[in-house]
Every structure is written in C-alpha cells, then in structure tokens.
C-alpha cells in the first residue's frame, strides 16, 4: 500500500508503510512464535489469518484541529497543532465518504476545533463507526454543554447529507489531557444503537461501547474461539473483558431446537457469563443477546455483568469448565493471571492484541501449557495484530 500522508512525513502512524504485506504477516507470525513458544514447543500454530491492505478500520478516532472555516480532521503535529487526514487510506471507504458533509457540518455549526496549546475552542474529537451495512454513528466530543444545541442545529442538514447517519452524539469532555472522550453522552438522534453484523450475530453498538477495530478479522477470530468451545464442549463459560459480547455470543449455543446447525454446538444447554467493566457495552450485549436469544431460558443462562473483571474473579465461589479473556493491551496482570494459575479451569482461550503482555501473564501462569495459537492481522500495516490461544492445564 502506497500512502501519500506517510510518503510526505505527515503521518508515520503506520509504521509497516510501504513493506510489502506478505513480509509483514509473516514477521508479525515470527514475532508472536518468539514470545510463546516458551510456554508451548509442541503447540499447534494455526495458518495466519491475513487482514485487508487498505480500508479495513470501521472506526475512525480523528483528532480535529484548524478553524471553524476550515477544520482539519486527522492527528496533531508536534506543536499541537492539526494534521488533515481525511483522505487516510486505511479507514473504511464509508467513513471516508462521509467526512467532506461532517467537515461542512462542523462549520455550520460553528464548532470552533480545540486548540491544545492555547488550550481553547469547543470540538476535540469526531469519531465514526461504520457498521457492515453501511450504516453509521458519528460523535461529536466537545468541551461543554453549550456545544450540544449547535450540533443538534445542524443535526437535519447532516441527515439529509449522509442518509446512512443513525446515531449521533455529543459527548462531553471539558478536561485537558490525552483522553479521547468523557464520561457524559448526549444522544441526539431518535436511533440511540448502532446494529452491527458479524459473522451470523448482530451486535449491538451503543456510543460508549468498544467494538473491534477490522470487522472482518473480528468476525475471523470469534470464529475461531467458537470452534474451539464447540469442541471442548463446556457446560459454562465466562468471557471475562467481554465488551459489546462478541465471543460470549458467538459461542453460546442457541437452546433448544437450533435448526441452524452451523450455529449450534453440541451441548444445547451451556451456560454462558460476560462480564465487562463499562455499563454501555453490557447494555449493548444485553440488547444483542435478546434479539439473538428471546427465550426468557435463554437470558436466565447467557449473562452478562457490569463489573470488574479481575473483582469478580477474585470473588466467585465457583469456577466455569473454560474462561474466555480478552484483556486491553496491558494484560490481565499479575491478580488474574494468579487466580487463573491457582483456581482457574482446565481450559482458557486468551485473546490478545498485545503477545508481550500475553507473555508476560504466561510467565505468571506455569500451570497451563499453549496447545494451539493463531496470528490475525486485526491492524495491517502497523506491528500491532491480534494472536488467539488455547490454554490447557498441563
């Protein structure tokens, strides 16, 4: 992929540019081998699932900068100051289609852009989702309640240029510092959830909730945890760091007389816990799993908790047959990966955007041996990718 961002030393962002992408996958594969093969010499590594060159992020976090007339949407330089990014070639084509109507929005409105180093002006952030259907949430991150009327103004203009817009929000972050949103969000649209298809499962994506970054490689990596429950066979699983309940969905069965056999698996009654920190995303898993699971059954077994993951394990009095986590960057750390090490199940799938840290939280671990691993290039010109694990007691 040729980048005329990077090419000009506006964006470094993506730090693979320009190295062709066979070469990148297989170091990225080399590289994950080399931090977890100490933990598993016989394990099984999966052929790397390869991720799209250009186009691939549903979700676009842009910084916006320049002025009320002309604002600028894309990154801050080293003085602070915004770099345009509009036409980055790695965001979604529908993204991308629709930043010229929320630039005119943005005037219209007369959102002035934050300026960091005189720490004045009202927009910080524009961030866009677009689902698989086309289908899009923008929202507005703003320093004050003020803001909110002036979006909400230009709200039908904006509808009227983007037919595919559903959800629109104003959130609001008054505080200077290096955090992309705040806690208070003002939905402005009748439409508050953004549905969200991935593989046979519609999530269901409110604004504060995280969703996977490349909807394909997301759909390829609940996949593959769903073949390796199905197989295992456990009659309860907790998804631990569960988000929007993505892998908890994905592999609890359907109850019941399934007639989608290519979605259920074996045992018709296993009991299925999520468990996540932020309200939003279980909110959202909760809404995803009763549109996919309307049996009043069906919610008794398949659960989903605001809370924090590593309290909750600490506190639980029983143990499922598996445990799914999907931790941020930084890990389970230590608490978890000791109370996996001393109490946990006989298997885990661990999901990681970060193999160091997946290292390091192994190394805490020396009860469970790796028996299979795969690479998915969730982030395609950049080091970053997603590795998944089965984890068995030795």
């Not at 990148?24 to 052929?47: C, I, N, S, V, Y």
């Not at 320093?143 to 009327?149: G, K």
Request: with cysteine; charged share 20%; hydrophobic share 45%.
């Amino acid at each position: 992929m040729q980048c005329d961002y990077f090419d000009a030393g506006l964006c470094r962002s993506c730090t693979l540019m320009g190295q062709p992408y066979p070469e990148q996958l297989a170091e990225k594969e080399a590289h994950a081998r080399r931090l977890l093969t100490p933990f598993g010499a016989d394990a099984r590594w999966l052929a790397p699932v390869a991720g799209a060159e250009s186009g691939f992020r549903a979700k676009a976090k842009m910084v916006v900068g320049g002025t009320v007339a002309a604002p600028t949407l894309g990154i801050l330089d080293g003085a602070g100051r915004g770099v345009d990014l509009r036409t980055c070639g790695i965001i979604a084509p529908g993204i991308l289609a629709a930043f010229p109507s929320l630039i005119a929005a943005i005037t219209r409105a007369g959102l002035e852009p934050y300026d960091v180093p005189a720490r004045s002006g009202e927009l910080k952030h524009l961030i866009a989702t677009e689902a698989p259907s086309g289908a899009l949430m923008v929202r507005f991150v703003v320093r004050s309640e003020s803001s909110v009327a002036s979006i909400r103004g230009v709200l039908p203009w904006l509808q009227d240029a983007l037919p595919h817009l559903r959800v629109v929000t104003a959130n609001i972050h008054p505080e200077h510092k290096a955090v992309l949103e705040g806690e208070v969000e003002h939905v402005l649209t009748k439409q508050a959830v953004l549905p969200f298809t991935v593989n046979d499962l519609e999530l269901q994506v409110r604004p504060q909730s995280f969703v996977q970054t490349n909807t394909a490689i997301a759909a390829a990596l609940y996949a593959q945890a769903r073949e390796w429950v199905d197989e295992l066979d456990p009659r309860s699983v907790w998804d631990l760091y569960c988000g929007v309940g993505g892998f908890a969905l994905s592999c609890a069965s359907p109850g019941g007389d399934a007639t989608d056999r290519a979605w259920a698996p074996r045992r018709a009654t296993r009991s299925v816990l999520g468990v996540e920190a932020s309200p939003d995303a279980v909110a959202s898993a909760e809404l995803a799993r009763d549109a996919r699971f309307p049996a009043e059954s069906d919610r008794q077994r398949i659960r989903f908790i605001a809370e924090d993951a590593t309290a909750f394990a600490l506190a639980a009095t029983e143990v499922p047959e598996l445990v799914i986590v999907n931790p941020p960057r930084r890990g389970l750390g230590p608490e978890l990966a000791e109370w996996l090490q001393k109490r946990g199940p006989r298997h885990v799938i661990y999901s990681s955007c970060n193999a160091e840290s997946l290292a390091r939280d192994l190394a805490v671990m020396p009860g469970y041996r790796l028996r299979r691993a795969r690479v998915l290039d969730m982030f395609p010109q950049s080091t970053h990718f997603e590795v998944i694990t089965l984890l068995e007691r030795a």
